[in-house]
Structure formats: structure tokens, C-alpha cells
């Protein structure tokens, strides 16, 4: 185990020995939130989400999945919602591009590790202007999937859909029957 995989590990160890009663209101609410994800997707019972088990999407399971090794455990999952309330999605580019060459690389990041990797969307080991770009794309497809997706469901079926079914074809991309974040991203891409 290195530094990093103790450090984290100890984060989430302390994040999780607080006491419900001595919770904030937020953090009761996060805490409830993921219990009902456990609740309702762990199929297997393991105490870990993977990403066929988790019906919310992809994007949504990615930026939970702060270690990136496929699976979601319950304190991972209160991280990245603690880590979204506190930090957002914003970055000050300014302050964190040193060299001023348009890119933030790991050594000029000022934040965690797991916040560079939640923000380094495309993986590269770098932030760029196409991850702000793609946070900007998943954003605005997750309000639009929020707004179509009147079963709650996760995802927008043909039902759902406000245009006719030819536009809705040309968007399901792997032809399941339903949008997700990521083919309603790409449909954005696509327009701008």
C-alpha cells in the first residue's frame, strides 16, 4: 500500500467514523442518498457498485468511481459527492496553469489527486480546455436527461423523448432503446 492508498484511506476511515447525530444536514442527506443507491443497485450484495449494477449512467458512476478500478464502495461514493459539494466543477486556471501553456498537469494541480482525476475526464493526465469543454457537454446533458426523464429511470426512452422518433434513432447510438448522459452529451457536441 503507498502513501496515496493510506492517506485515502485514512480520509475516508475519519469521513465515515463521524456520527450521523453530528452530521450536517447536507451530509445526512449524501449519506442517505448513496444507502439508497446500495440498496437499490448492489444486485449482488457485495458493498460494491460496478457499473452494470449502477442505473444512473456512465458519467454519473465515473465521477464516482475516484480510484477508477470499475467499482463504487459506499465511502467512495460519499467522497465524491463531499468532494462535488465543496469543490464544484470549477477550476481557477489562472492561479493553477503555472506556465501558462493552456494545460494544468499534475504538478501544478493545487487540489487532491482524486479531484485532478475527476476533473481529467478524457484520462489524459492532463486538464485541458476539452475537459472543460466535456464537463460543460455532461452537465448540460445531465439537465436535459433530468428533464426528459420523467420515470426517473436513469435514462430517456423514445416515450420520453419531446421530437419525433427519427430523431431519437439517430441519437441511440448503441440502438438500446434509451438515451444516456453520454449519447445526449454527444448529441450536444454534435450541435455546437
Known amino acids: 500500500m503507498n502513501i496515496r492508498q493510506i492517506t485515502t484511506a485514512l480520509a475516508l476511515t475519519c469521513a465515515v467514523a463521524v456520527p450521523m447525530a453530528a452530521q450536517s444536514g447536507e451530509d445526512a442527506k449524501q449519506t442517505e442518498t448513496v444507502n439508497g443507491w446500495f440498496a437499490n443497485y448492489d444486485?449482488?450484495?457485495d458493498e460494491k457498485l460496478t457499473a452494470d449494477e449502477f442505473?444512473?449512467?456512465k458519467t454519473y458512476f465515473a465521477a464516482l468511481d475516484l480510484d477508477r478500478n470499475g467499482s463504487v464502495t459506499r465511502d467512495e461514493a460519499l467522497s465524491a459527492l463531499r468532494m462535488k459539494k465543496e469543490k464544484g466543477t470549477s477550476i481557477d486556471?489562472?492561479?493553477m496553469d503555472a506556465d501558462a501553456d493552456g494545460y494544468i498537469t499534475v504538478r501544478e494541480w493545487t487540489g487532491t489527486p482524486e479531484e485532478f482525476d475527476a476533473h481529467d475526464l478524457d484520462r489524459d493526465r492532463v486538464l485541458s480546455r476539452y475537459d472543460r469543454d466535456?464537463?460543460?457537454?455532461?452537465?448540460?446533458a445531465q439537465n436535459r436527461l433530468t428533464a426528459y426523464d420523467t420515470d426517473k429511470d436513469g435514462f430517456v426512452s423514445q416515450k420520453e423523448w419531446p421530437a419525433d422518433s427519427a430523431t431519437f434513432r439517430q441519437r441511440?447510438?448503441?440502438?438500446?432503446?434509451?438515451?444516456d448522459?453520454?449519447?445526449?452529451a454527444e448529441d450536444i457536441k454534435r450541435k455546437e
Open 134 to 140: 466535456l464537463a460543460r457537454e455532461q452537465k448540460r
Open 181 to 184: 448522459v453520454e449519447e445526449l
Open 172 to 179: 441511440d447510438r448503441n440502438r438500446d432503446g434509451q438515451l
Open 43 to 45: 444486485r449482488n450484495r
Open 55 to 57: 442505473s444512473l449512467g
Open 93 to 95: 486556471w489562472t492561479k
